[in-house]
């Protein structure tokens, strides 16, 4: 069982989202629970505000420490150890594959999710162990990735994927890129499926999408092969050996 606790101005978006499909279903089973605190609940000002104007001056709002902090006094109250704190941050470690499989092993982790021009520093100081981001571009709010965040370290719990569909296939497990896919109809515009997958030939289909995932990763996304040494007469000889397949 893996919990989440998400520290966030809109709850609603965790309920809608996260709801559905393989995660929605992977809550209902008690597989994964992901609990969304609205912040806003722990503000003490009799107009519910969480921001405040930035010391020193300048443009747009700063969350303010104390809702999020009595926000988060009230979650780890009833706990007798520490659950992991991560900051979705721009300034965090961008994730990877790698870091959701580390995630993947915590029991309890709560995700603070930043808006406006970001939170009072103090009280990230306080509670946070972690930043992660989940890539360089800007955003309006840490939401998106706390959900993918949740999406991709979830998948990875025993018994939320089925069988069939179980990670441990997963091609970006050793780091390449899928192979092509189809399905019927046999042609579709004038174009047809290899026919090396209607061979029933195992082994050889095996070697054809071993070599698609290698020459795709190569042309699509060559720093995915970094550290693994193949080199362009490789790839020459892996496309003439797909070549003879068809
Ligand atoms: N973003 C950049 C530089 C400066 C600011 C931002 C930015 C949301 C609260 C943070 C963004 C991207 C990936 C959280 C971006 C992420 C966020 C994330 C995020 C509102 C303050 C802010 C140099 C990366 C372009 C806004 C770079 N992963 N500030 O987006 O929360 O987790």
Redesign the pocket.
């Known amino acids: 069982m893996l919990r989440f606790d998400v520290l966030t101005l809109f709850p609603e978006l965790f309920r809608v989202v996260m709801g559905e499909s393989i995660i929605g279903r992977a809550q209902k089973k008690g597989i994964i629970e992901i609990n969304p605190v609205n912040i806003r609940d722990f503000s003490t000002d009799k107009h519910r505000k969480v921001d405040d104007y930035p010391y020193g001056g300048g443009k747009g709002m700063v969350m303010m420490a104390q809702p999020i902090y009595d926000a988060y006094l009230h979650l780890i109250k009833s706990l007798d150890y520490k659950p992991r704190v991560i900051y979705?941050?721009?300034q965090?470690k961008v994730l990877t594959q790698e870091k959701a499989i580390e995630l993947a092993s915590y029991n309890h982790i709560i995700l603070l999710c930043?808006?406006?021009?970001?939170v009072d520093e103090r009280v990230l100081e306080e509670i946070v162990d972690e930043e992660?981001?989940?890539?360089?571009?800007?955003?309006?709010?840490?939401e998106l990735?706390a959900m993918v965040l949740i999406d991709c370290v979830s998948r990875l719990v025993p018994g939320v994927l089925s069988d069939e569909n179980s990670f441990k296939e997963d091609s970006l497990y050793d780091g390449l890129l899928e192979y092509p896919q189809y399905t019927r109809p046999y042609i579709f515009n004038e174009k047809k499926v290899p026919d090396v997958l209607l061979s029933g030939h195992h082994a050889k289909i095996e070697r054809w999408r071993k070599l698609q995932s290698i020459v795709r990763t190569y042309y699509k996304r060559p720093e995915l092969l970094k550290d693994r040494n193949i080199s362009p007469e490789d790839i020459r000889s892996f496309e003439e050996e797909l070549r003879n397949m068809e």
């Open positions: 979705m941050s721009p965090g930043g808006h406006y021009e970001g992660i981001s989940i890539g360089d571009y800007v955003l309006t709010g840490g990735p």
